[in-house]
């Protein structure tokens, strides 16, 4: 007789399994989660670094310090007031800096957009559902930043 877990972990389990083998997310690792701020840091970095390398380098991500902390509130910020739809859809600016955080379906022939539509990265790693906890006015943390894509195909 198989045994089903019926717990919270057993939960974050099965919806990481469903959303890297049916949604096509890569696995994230819970270490790279900055509880802080609710998000995926390295994949964030990643994304930024691959898409609009001027804008990472400016905004110093992989290095701790003012700059990317200041960046990082910046962002939860603009995903309080605005919500996380709206912040995807129209991006961020920050000082000098405007970035785009998702790219739609690119039109057939447009090399650049394709190419940045390739690199939007989608992750899910258990173990942080928690945090949802301590943001109660972002109801959707523990589906996108704990558990699923970080930054996910909207079109």
């Known amino acids: 007789m198989t ?8 939960l974050e389990a099965l919806i990481v399994e469903s959303l890297v083998n049916e949604a096509g997310c890569q696995e ?14 390295a994949k964030l970095t990643a994304y930024l670094k691959a898409t609009q ?3 990472a380098q400016a905004l110093a991500l ?5 700059k990317r902390t200041q960046f990082l509130h910046r962002l939860q910020g603009e995903i309080a007031k ?6 995807l859809r129209h991006g961020v600016k920050h000082g000098p800096v405007s970035l785009d955080l998702f790219y739609g379906t690119p ?16 992750s899910a790693s258990s173990g942080n559902c928690a945090t949802a906890r301590t943001r ?10 704990s558990t699923a894509c970080r930054w996910p195909p909207l079109s």
């Open 107 to 122: 039109t057939p022939g447009n090399v650049k957009a394709a190419e940045r539509y390739a690199a939007q990265i989608s």
């Open 82 to 87: 605005r919500g996380i739809i709206d912040v």
């Open 3 to 10: 045994t089903s877990d019926t717990s919270e972990k057993g």
């Open 136 to 145: 109660p006015n972002w109801p959707w943390i523990c589906v996108s930043s």
């Open 62 to 66: 992989d290095q701790e310090g003012p």
């Open 53 to 55: 390398p001027k804008a």
């Open 28 to 41: 994230g690792k819970s270490e790279d989660y900055d509880r802080d701020h609710a998000v995926d840091l």
